[in-house]
């Protein structure tokens, strides 16, 4: 089955304790992003991987790092989490740039106390 | 910059239509619509691309404006199915490969 998964789906933390969301894909699939959502503010970009090679800032990338060593994987890791990180985040895949849908995973609920 | 959504909420009766417009302050190249029911992630409805391109299926259709930077979402004879939040996400004509989605418009379909 052609799906976007991410784990954890519920964390609670720790303010300044570092943590990795993974994002993996299994459509081969060349775009790979990473969202926020809060309430009343829609999805927020936080980063964004054209492929392998590229990867770039979204909207809000402060205290957000990523990393993109295979086309299949993206993790997002918060090195020092604040509790204004505490937010519902998105792992999104599309076949290639913003031409084409997205997919998105079931989403990972962070709690940053 | 967000995108604009009008209306924030629209709550409709089976079979009654609405529209979800989506304006933005850039320049835009294609503009996205997603649907998210409560509680999963968002699914994709569409793409429309610059040049005016108006698409649907079955009785979702909607609209790309590039000279207004504005796009409209049409819901026809509405569905309970229909009920949840809409989003317009904007990828800007710069050759920019980022979206800016808009805050959301909540639908809800009544029978």
């Known amino acids: 089955e052609a799906q976007v998964t991410q784990n954890p789906r519920y964390l609670i933390t720790v303010t300044g304790k570092k943590l990795t969301v993974t994002c993996s894909q299994n459509?081969?699939?060349?775009?790979m992003s990473w969202y926020r959502q809060d309430p009343g503010l829609g999805l927020r970009q936080i980063y964004y991987s054209m492929n392998v090679e590229v990867t770039d800032k979204g909207d809000v990338p402060e205290g957000y790092k990523v990393s993109r060593k295979e086309k299949r994987n993206f993790p997002l890791i918060l090195e020092s989490p604040s509790p204004n990180q505490t937010s519902l985040y998105f792992c999104?895949?599309?076949?290639?740039?913003?031409?084409?849908?997205?997919?998105f995973g079931p989403g990972t609920r962070l709690t940053v106390t | 910059q967000q995108p604009v959504q009008s209306p924030q909420a629209v709550i409709l009766r089976e079979g009654e239509d609405a529209v979800i417009n989506c304006s933005s302050s850039k320049a835009l190249y294609s503009v996205h619509w997603y649907r998210q029911k409560h509680g999963e992630a968002p699914v994709f409805l569409m793409i429309l691309l610059k040049g005016g391109e108006q698409k649907g299926h079955d009785k979702i259709s909607a609209s790309f404006n590039e000279k207004k930077q504005q796009s409209s979402l049409y819901l026809t004879a509405s569905q309970l199915s229909y009920s949840g939040t809409y989003f317009c996400?904007?990828?800007?004509?710069?050759?920019?490969?980022?979206?800016?989605f808009g805050p959301g418009t909540r639908l809800s379909v009544l029978p």
């Open positions: 996400g904007t990828v800007p004509d710069n050759y920019g490969q980022n979206f800016v």
């Open positions: 999104a895949s599309s076949l290639t740039g913003t031409l084409y849908e997205q997919y």
């Open positions: 459509m081969n699939h060349e775009y």
